[in-house]
């Protein structure tokens, strides 16, 4: 179903705008064989929670196609140190200076960004050349074919992109983004990571292993 947004005419005009870019000498992040990461970790028919980011990191060795992670041996950044404090808080899960979050992708875990590359340096770069549109089709097709997800928004953002969303179906839960700026907001103290757990055990599955 996804392979045929390939196709369509914007991802078209999106394969050509990344390809001017490095024509330009732009450096673009993730690389390009991780840049659809998190489909490659997480397959369709394994998906049991998504967490919905917006842009990659823009800095060397951070993105690497998976939102809020960063590559394995990078320190995590202050968002997702944030998440680490709130698993820590309701769980009691201790973390170390590993920021890599390829565990939860293998355990079902799409960690989605809407935009998926961005120029090094100048965050927002690739927003508005046709990834909204792709992972818009991303959350539309999970939403219709799946039940009993788990879909964690976190800020506005992340909000207004899951509206589609069918509560009915799948378990969405929302609080302030975890950045810094926000988290102090009710990130902190939103207990996601343990009602994910239990709805997902309602639902007869198996809950997510939050450790790194």
């Given at each position: 179903?996804?392979a045929?947004?390939?196709?369509?005419?914007?991802?078209?005009?999106l394969?050509?705008?990344?390809?001017?870019?490095?024509?330009?000498?732009?450096t673009?992040y993730?690389?390009?064989?991780?840049?659809?990461?998190a489909?490659?970790?997480?397959?369709?028919?394994?998906?049991r929670?998504?967490?919905i980011?917006q842009d990659?990191?823009?800095?060397?060795?951070?993105?690497h196609?998976?939102?809020?992670?960063?590559q394995?041996?990078i320190?995590?950044p202050?968002?997702l140190?944030?998440i680490?404090?709130e698993l820590?808080?309701?769980?009691?899960?201790?973390?170390?200076?590993n920021g890599?979050?390829?565990?939860?992708?293998?355990?079902?875990?799409?960690?989605?960004n809407s935009v998926?590359?961005?120029?090094?340096?100048?965050?927002g770069?690739?927003?508005g050349k046709g990834?909204?549109q792709f992972?818009?089709?991303v959350i539309?097709?999970?939403n219709?074919?799946?039940q009993?997800?788990v879909?964690?928004l976190w800020g506005?953002y992340?909000?207004?992109?899951?509206q589609?969303i069918?509560?009915?179906?799948?378990?969405v839960?929302?609080?302030?983004?975890p950045?810094?700026?926000?988290?102090?907001r009710g990130?902190?103290?939103?207990g996601?990571?343990?009602?994910?757990?239990?709805y997902?055990?309602?639902q007869?599955g198996?809950?997510?292993?939050w450790?790194?």
């Amino acid at each position: 179903m996804l392979a045929d947004e390939f196709g369509k005419s914007y991802m078209q005009e999106l394969r050509a705008f990344l390809v001017s870019q490095k024509k330009a000498g732009k450096t673009i992040y993730p690389s390009g064989d991780e840049i659809f990461n998190a489909f490659n970790l997480t397959p369709f028919e394994q998906v049991r929670v998504v967490i919905i980011g917006q842009d990659p990191y823009h800095g060397p060795n951070q993105a690497h196609g998976l939102c809020f992670s960063v590559q394995d041996g990078i320190k995590p950044p202050p968002s997702l140190q944030n998440i680490y404090k709130e698993l820590n808080a309701e769980l009691g899960i201790e973390f170390g200076s590993n920021g890599c979050l390829i565990p939860w992708a293998k355990q079902g875990v799409l960690l989605l960004n809407s935009v998926l590359t961005v120029e090094q340096g100048n965050a927002g770069a690739h927003q508005g050349k046709g990834w909204e549109q792709f992972t818009d089709r991303v959350i539309e097709i999970l939403n219709s074919e799946h039940q009993g997800c788990v879909f964690m928004l976190w800020g506005s953002y992340a909000q207004q992109k899951g509206q589609i969303i069918d509560r009915n179906k799948h378990l969405v839960l929302q609080s302030p983004h975890p950045s810094p700026f926000s988290a102090y907001r009710g990130f902190l103290g939103n207990g996601h990571f343990k009602k994910a757990n239990e709805y997902l055990e309602q639902q007869g599955g198996q809950p997510i292993d939050w450790a790194i």
